[in-house]
């Protein structure tokens, strides 16, 4: 793997044929990967990538585009993976629409 949890390109089809298969770790998202992920989104929101989500007109500051980011993850819409590590020096591949946000609930409605 690269450097900074990047896949190179030609494990990209290994990475999607890994999507299906059956999980180790739990399907809980942590509240490390969803500020992780609402963070990059945010980001992403910011520097003029289109939402996923209807949104209104007057956004007028960055927390109006985490709100946007947290609508987001909340449809399932978001595209993300998650990189896993596993204890086996290995990695699991996740998306984020299959990962269950119970444990991340109070963080979403704040």
């Not at 180790?24 to 910011?46: D, G």
């Not at 819409?77 to 290995?90: A, G, T, V």
Request: glycine share 2%; hydrophobic share 40%; with cysteine.
């Amino acid at each position: 793997m690269a450097e900074n949890n990047k896949v190179p390109f030609d494990d990209c089809i290994k990475v999607f044929a890994s999507l299906d298969n059956k999980k180790i770790s739990k399907m809980i998202m942590t509240k490390y990967e969803f500020n992780l992920i609402i963070s990059q989104r945010t980001v992403q929101l910011s520097q003029g990538h289109p939402p996923f989500v209807p949104v209104d007109k007057t956004i007028k500051s960055n927390m109006d585009l985490r709100k946007v980011a947290l609508e987001e993850l909340k449809q399932g819409k978001i595209p993300f993976i998650i990189k896993r590590p596993l204890p086996n020096d290995k990695y699991e591949f996740v998306r984020i629409r299959d990962l269950d946000l119970s444990a991340v609930k109070y963080m979403i409605d704040l």
